[in-house]
Antibody
Framework: QVQLVQSGSELKKPGASVKVSCKAS????????MNWVRQAPGQGLEWMGW????????TYAQGFTGRFVFSLDTSVSTAYLQISSLKAEDTAVYYC???????????WGQGTLVTVSS | EIVMTQSPATLSVSPGERATLSCRAS??????LAWYQQKPGQAPRLLIY???TRATGIPARFSGSGSGTEFTLTISSLQSEDFAVYYC????????????FGPGTKVDIK
């Protein structure tokens, strides 16, 4: 069965960096784009962008350029989200999700809580 | 950027009753609209895509309708496990350059 398993929670200080992983199994990794979605505490869902798992080409949503980087390691069917120069407002749960033709298919990753606090 | 709005923000419904949730887009998204359910502490789950197609394993009590700018998610007879937050998402541009989610509708027990 399809699974997306994300790395565990992170506690970081402002200015630090974090790298979240999303390991896929149960399907051909390069057959589906991978999207990233952010959810701040008590808030709604915010689309961050996607990465083409064939070419590695990323596309970032407005507000997620500069400090956010999507990458892949296709040899281990894993997508990554790296955030640099962390700020308190980056505190959120980050989800990876496999995309069909726009819809984000189930199951999503379980989410990774990134907490930024001094 | 296409802006999505949802109404109401909160919907209080008794088990067994019908729930009707609305989603509106700031410009036409054709039928490129999905609905998700999220329960506390869980990742979202895809319910509907293409405005009206149920995703695999989704019960028939969930139905979607609409096109253009106005969409509706109907839950015909609410079960206890349906109390959750529901989000709509437009994906009119594909490959994606700007997907957007609505702010969500919380369905709680009356």
């Amino acid at each position: 069965q399809v699974q997306l398993v994300q790395s565990g929670s992170e506690l970081k200080k402002p200015g630090a960096s974090v790298k979240v992983s999303c390991k896929a199994s149960g399907y051909t990794f390069t057959s589906y784009a991978m999207n990233w979605v952010r959810q701040a505490p008590g808030q709604g869902l915010e689309w961050m962008g996607w990465i083409n798992t064939n070419t590695g080409n990323p596309t970032y949503a407005q507000g997620f350029t500069g400090r956010f980087v999507f990458s892949l390691d296709t040899s281990v069917s894993t997508a990554y989200l790296q955030i640099s120069s962390l700020k308190a407002e980056d505190t959120a749960v980050y989800y990876c999700a496999r995309e069909g033709f726009g819809e984000l298919r189930s199951p999503w990753g379980q989410g990774t809580l990134v907490t930024v606090s001094s | 950027e296409i802006v999505m709005t949802q109404s109401p923000a909160t919907l209080s419904v008794s088990p067994g009753e019908r729930a009707t949730l609305s989603c509106r887009a700031s410009q036409s998204v054709s039928s490129n609209l999905a609905w998700y359910q999220q329960k506390p502490g869980q990742a979202p789950r895809l319910l509907i895509y293409g405005a009206s197609t149920r995703a695999t394993g989704i019960p028939a009590r969930f139905s979607g309708s609409g096109s253009g700018t106005e969409f509706t998610l109907t839950i015909s007879s609410l079960q206890s496990e349906d109390f959750a937050v529901y989000y709509c998402q437009q994906y009119n541009n594909w490959p994606p350059v700007g997907f957007t989610f609505g702010p969500g509708t919380k369905v709680d027990i009356k």
